[in-house]
């Protein structure tokens, strides 16, 4: 018999963040959201990817004019102390991200795992970076997310606090088996992801549905496999006419979503989650010492493209 083990979990949709709105105002906007989630007993809140500005990978410009504009040189800071501050006194923990520039330079997209102190507890820097790092002139915007930032260098880890173990990722991660099982196989019982999601593809004519569709399958079917809970939020709606999907989630150790955005605005969602429910998936059909066959798995690491058939006995 397992005991319950409550948390709760809110998710604070953005909508747009336009070229032109100050971190100010997209500071104050999430202390709104923070202050609700509060109000409905949340414990955590997560906020989107790059949480402070727009999406600037969809425009083309300088690595310097980049950092200028849109990076944060430290955390907290001036403009997010606010932020911080009303955490400590609320005692609630957040998930934040943003554009980092280390002192030595270099770029990445980040997300934080702040505790009921506001203290970091958790730095994470995106691992799959998608899109491109050329102009693409004829493109209606650009994804230069491979332009702007390096690959993260902390790996996927995972952090206690809150009473859960807790794991983070980024956007394009969450496409990813392997970023949730890297979590999963640390024993994180909740994943947490901010997202900026453009709706249209400029590789190829993808019909705009699947772009919700590929989200949410890839959310249930990660938080169902890896016996855990996930908590997604987007930034959404028209950037400065540049549309983005909503559908922020919190997922089950089901794969059943337990509560889903219905705007594109700022909008809190909320779920006073169970963590207890994770275990009997992990006792059971997910009892990875039990079940699982990494000796048959060893593709997986050796080889990043597909490859030529592996001969089996003959
Ligand atoms: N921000 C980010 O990583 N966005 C990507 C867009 C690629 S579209 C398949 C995403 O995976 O949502």
Request: aromatic residues 10%; hydrophobic residues 40%; glycine residues 8%.
């Amino acid at each position: 018999m397992t005991h319950s083990r409550k948390m709760g979990l809110a998710v604070a949709q953005m909508g747009p963040l336009h070229l032109a709105d100050s971190r100010g105002a997209a500071v104050a906007r999430l202390m709104e959201m923070m202050r609700e989630a509060k109000s409905r007993n949340a414990d955590l809140v997560v906020f989107p990817e790059l949480a402070l500005t727009t999406f600037f990978p969809r425009y083309w410009m300088s690595e310097e004019a980049a950092c200028d504009a849109y990076f944060e040189r430290a955390m907290p800071n001036a403009e997010t102390q606010p932020l911080f501050d009303l955490a400590r006194e609320l005692q609630i923990g957040f998930y934040l991200g943003y554009a980092e520039l280390t002192p030595e330079g270099r770029r990445f997209n980040t997300a934080i795992l702040v505790d009921k102190g506001a203290r970091i507890v958790q730095k994470y820097r995106k691992i799959h970076l998608p899109g491109h790092s050329d102009h693409k002139v004829d493109a209606p915007f650009q994804h230069l997310e491979k332009k702007f930032f390096e690959v993260g260098d902390l790996g996927f880890t995972v952090a206690d606090a809150m009473g859960a173990t807790i794991g983070m990722c980024i956007c394009n991660d969450r496409r990813w088996p392997e970023s949730w099982r890297s979590l999963s196989l640390q024993g994180a019982e909740l994943g947490l992801v901010g997202y900026n999601t453009p709706s249209w593809n400029i590789h190829w004519k993808e019909p705009v549905h699947l772009r919700m569709h590929t989200h949410l399958i890839a959310l249930q079917a990660s938080a169902y496999q890896n016996a855990m809970w996930i908590g997604a939020a987007a930034k959404c709606g028209a950037e400065d006419g540049f549309h983005m999907i909503g559908g922020s989630v919190i997922v089950a150790p089901s794969g059943e979503i337990a509560a889903q955005s219905s705007t594109e605005e700022d909008e809190v969602i909320f779920a006073n989650i169970d963590l207890a429910l994770g275990d009997t998936f992990r006792e059971h059909v997910f009892n990875f010492a039990k079940h699982r066959r990494p000796e048959h798995y060893t593709l997986i690491t050796e080889r990043t493209g597909a490859g030529p058939a592996v001969k089996g006995p003959e």
